[in-house]
């Protein structure tokens, strides 16, 4: 099956950093979202994604299907971004395969 | 309902009892999935639905789990006999079908089980 891999697994920010979060897939996908997973557990979609370009405020979010991996842009980090970020790929199956997450925690 | 709810949100049970938990999908959402997410790693898939039938049920941990959802909207999903390592939070997620092609999924709070 397809594997998704998640960097980095881990990151520490201050309050008005920006960061990178990376998405790499072994196979072509025709289904790419972003979750964000906050404190409390509630996983809330980001991003559907599977080619292109989208923003949405601070949250920005590119997948380069041929290349095989999609990146989330943070701008201006605040607390309330503090959680764990998951990339999920579908390959022609209907199901979701969750990566292993990138663990977000930004300091005031 | 504005979004997907799932109960009971917390479940305590002890080793061998058999557990029910349910989700209420967003109105008019034709698929519905169930996940389950274990302490410290991203969400596993169990199973799908697609209005009543259900389509995949290859992410079943074993013969003991069993999920229906009987008239295409509110889904059970059940536990039988169960064992510590069904200690987990299930998640319910629904989307609509689109033409086009996939859509945004929206997932629940969960139910976080504990088997003791």
């Known amino acids: 099956g397809i594997q998704v891999e998640q960097s980095p697994p881990d990151l520490i920010l201050q309050e008005g950093a920006n960061s990178t979060l990376r998405c790499n897939f072994s196979?072509?996908?025709?289904?790419l979202q972003w979750f964000h997973q906050n404190p409390w557990g509630q996983l809330i979609n980001l991003f559907y994604?599977?080619?292109g370009t989208k923003q949405n405020g601070r949250l920005s979010a590119t997948t380069v299907a041929t290349e095989r991996y999609s990146l989330l842009y943070i701008s201006s980090s605040q607390t309330t971004d503090s959680g764990v970020y998951f990339c999920?790929?579908?390959?022609?199956?209907?199901?979701?395969?969750f990566g292993t997450g990138t663990r977000l925690q930004v300091f005031p | 309902g504005a979004g997907v709810s799932q109960s009971p949100r917390y479940k305590v049970a002890k080793r061998g009892q058999d557990v029910a938990l349910r989700c209420d999908p967003i109105?008019?959402?034709?698929?519905l999935f169930w996940y389950q997410q274990a302490l410290g790693q991203g969400p596993e898939f169990l199973t799908y639905?697609?209005?009543?039938?259900?389509?995949?049920k290859s992410g079943l941990p074993s013969d003991r789990f069993f999920a229906e959802r009987p008239e295409g909207s509110v889904s059970t999903l059940k536990i039988q006999r169960t064992q510590q390592e069904d200690s987990a939070v299930y998640l319910c997620?629904?989307?609509?079908?689109?033409?086009?092609?996939?859509?945004?999924?929206?997932f629940g709070n969960g139910t976080r089980l504990t088997v003791t």
């Open positions: 997620a629904s989307s609509t079908i689109e033409i086009q092609g996939p859509s945004p999924l929206h």
């Open positions: 196979d072509s996908v025709n289904n």
């Open positions: 994604i599977p080619s």
């Open positions: 999920a790929v579908e390959r022609n199956t209907d199901k979701l395969i």
């Open positions: 109105s008019g959402h034709v698929s």
């Open positions: 639905f697609q209005n009543e039938a259900q389509l995949d």
